[in-house]
């Protein structure tokens, strides 16, 4: 499957720029000013240290499941199914908060190894699926998708529930022990140990597909299955790793919300950052070289959007609107830009 | 219980579904995929409602509606067959985009009572004891859905026009060496499937479950995608997919009493068994099976479309 594509700077300015237009234009059909919403988007993602530690801790699932995205592309798979293994990495980490006993450190790295598990272990089930039973990845995972959160839900509301009421609203919190621990500073809790895993991780995969055999050899597979094979590559085998690799990251991020952000188990776990983390890695054109920044551009928007729904009263959906119209011009734009080249190649080429 | 009474319920309730379904089969079974379908169903609910509300018929919100849709997959089919981009890719995109901007234009509609599609008995047929009730009691996106199951089969299956579609969606390059516009054709119907699941969505808000908010459709596209999956591509069977999950839906709603939670975990059962659709396609005692009763073969085996999701090029 071709999932690379050239990059074109001009054109993917112009195709932001776009976006942009028509965004303000949707603002401009209900009535908001656009600039006030924008300065709004801003302060409510960085107006106060708060704020900030708000923002960092929803950006950090955003750029671990992203970084685990660029990892199952790189061997061509759509891991759609990358919701579920972020809710699977939760509720095995919420097993671990709620049920092993100690202190934090021994808790919390034991809940982030459950949630590297239960996050690898659903992705290797999409994996087995695609390569064992021949089930495209892509529905095989949007199955598991919602198995996973049939299983959140019924947890939710079953075996922990809570004391005499069986609501979506979610499990007890967990104890202390058991939470993600954030450091102290500007007066606010910041969430350095979260971030520190997202940068870790995202460092992790740009040298894994970079600098190493294992890199080069999933990109060939990802490429170019036919010839992959014909080198000796054994495609499944790496299909499967990919699997694993990206399923642990997407865990990861489940295990850090629920046991950073939500402190319990919710049925709406996965905070839609699996899907949101597909189109950040479709703007970065499928390289962890941009997913730190683009993933901070879509949560200050998130965040943000936020802000200008209690302000403005404006749904923030906006926030939504623009991250999908961003990407959708950003696709044609480029899209456009390659095919003209290949034309014009082809015009010049021909005697 | 009233069994007549509950299988017009369950025929009254799939027959949105049937609509988008058929629509998704039409479009893949030529080649492209509308991965968007959460999202056009979505949106296009959401401006069905929204245009019946203002023009204060039912009818102008269903034709909007079906822009709506024809839109989306336009956008597809544009980026997919000029541009040579991802089908999953834009799909993907399109629905998340379509699915913000109904929350976000649909916001100021929430709560509003709209148009209703009046029912329509079929004089005569309905009166026929227990099959009238169930069958002929209904209304015009009723009496719909049958006639797109219908059409659909015999497009397919009667007509040299459906060679074509198996064609495109089979082996397109074979197509092409006999003279037949691959990417043309793809277009159309592409867009004439999204359409479809434009009506669709408009049945939802102003049949189904009257009136706009966001979790109206929830899930019901990704559903439809998992029935036409299950379905095997072919009209009638999707169909019967969709009355399966309206009885597993029925189901559901009466067991609630009994089995606190059942509502929320029975409307997951077409995954699995999509997964377990696809998973049969290549056992080995299930391939026997279709080799021993080939008959059988056609009804039981899931066979995709040869080409789908692929991009034809001509060069």
């Known amino acids: 499957m071709k999932t690379r594509t050239e990059f074109h700077p001009l054109p993917t300015i112009l195709s932001v720029l776009a976006a942009l237009v028509v965004s303000v234009f949707l603002l401009w059909l209900t009535g908001a000013p656009p600039f006030e919403a924008a300065g709004l988007m801003l302060e409510g993602a960085f107006g106060s240290a708060d704020k900030i530690a708000n923002t960092l801790l929803a950006w950090t699932p955003l750029v671990l499941a992203s970084a685990g995205l660029v990892v199952t592309f790189a061997a061509g798979m759509w891991n759609i199914g990358v919701e579920g293994q972020i809710v699977m990495g939760a509720i095995a980490a919420s097993f671990v908060a709620r049920e092993v006993p100690g202190e934090a450190w021994l808790v919390v790295p034991l809940t982030l190894v459950a949630g590297v598990v239960g996050g690898s272990l659903w992705a290797m089930l999409a994996g087995v699926l695609r390569t064992k039973g021949h089930v495209n990845e892509i529905f095989g995972g949007l199955g598991l998708d919602f198995v996973a959160a049939g299983v959140a839900v019924y947890l939710v509301i079953g075996p922990w529930s809570r004391e005499g009421t069986a609501s979506t609203s979610g499990t007890d919190i967990f104890r202390e022990e058991a939470w993600l621990p954030t450091t102290t500073m500007f007066g606010t809790e910041m969430p350095l140990l979260a971030v520190t895993l997202a940068l870790t991780a995202t460092v992790a995969v740009y040298y894994l597909l970079r600098g190493t055999r294992f890199g080069l050899r999933l990109k060939a597979v990802g490429q170019s299955p036919r010839s992959a094979f014909l080198m000796g590559i054994p495609n499944d085998r790496y299909i499967l790793y990919a699997f694993a690799v990206g399923g642990a990251l997407a865990g990861i991020a489940g295990a850090v919300q629920a046991t950073g952000y939500h402190h319990k188990l919710v049925p709406s776990v996965s905070g839609g950052y699996g899907f949101l983390g597909i189109l950040v890695v479709l703007l970065a054109g499928f390289s962890a070289k941009w997913i730190v920044p683009i993933a901070l551009f879509f949560v200050t928007v998130s965040v943000g959007s936020t802000t200008m729904e209690l302000r403005l009263g404006l749904d923030s959906a906006f926030g939504g609107v623009l991250q999908a119209v961003i990407v959708l011009f950003v696709m044609f734009g480029t899209a456009y830009a390659t095919e003209r080249r290949r034309r014009s190649k082809a015009w010049s080429s021909d005697p | 219980m009233d069994w007549s009474a509950t299988l017009n319920s369950i025929v009254a309730a799939a027959a949105p579904l049937i609509l988008a379904t058929i629509g998704e089969t039409i479009s893949e079974k030529s080649g492209v995929i509308n991965l968007s379908l959460e999202g056009s169903l979505r949106l296009s609910a959401m401006v069905g409602f929204v245009a019946a509300f203002w023009a204060g018929h039912a009818l102008v919100g269903f034709a909007a509606a079906m822009l709506v849709g024809a839109l989306i997959a336009t956008i597809i089919a544009f980026g997919n067959i ?28 929430v709560g509003e009572r709209g148009e209703q599609v009046p029912p329509l008995p079929i004089p005569g047929l309905s009166e026929i004891p227990f099959i009238g009730k169930v069958l002929f009691d209904h209304n015009l996106v009723v009496y719909g859905s049958f006639l797109a199951v219908f059409a659909t089969w015999y497009l397919f299956y009667r007509t040299r026009a459906g060679l074509t579609i198996h064609g495109i969606g089979e082996r397109p390059e074979g197509a092409f060496a006999r003279g037949i516009p691959v990417n043309r054709l793809r277009f159309v119907y592409t867009v004439i499937g999204g359409a479809l699941v434009g009506l669709a969505g408009a049945a939802y808000s102003l049949d189904v479950k009257l009136g706009w908010r966001e979790t109206l459709t929830l899930n019901l596209g990704w559903i439809a995608l998992a029935i036409v999956i299950f379905g095997s591509w072919h009209p009638v069977r999707v169909a019967l997919g969709c009355y ?49 009763w080939p008959r059988a073969r056609g009804w039981l085996l899931v066979e995709p479309p040869g080409a789908i999701g692929t991009i034809f090029e001509r060069e």
């Open chain 2, 244 to 292: 399966l999950f309206g009885a597993l839906q029925v189901a559901a709603f009466q067991l609630q009493d009994v089995f606190p939670g059942v509502a929320q975990v029975l409307p997951i059962a077409p995954f699995p068994l999509m997964i377990l659709a696809l998973v049969m396609i290549y056992a080995g005692w299930f391939v026997r099976l279709g080799d021993r």
């Open chain 2, 82 to 109: 000029k541009l040579k981009i991802n089908q999953i890719a834009l799909g993907f995109v399109l629905y998340l985009l379509a699915v913000e901007l109904a929350s976000f234009l649909g916001d100021p509609f």
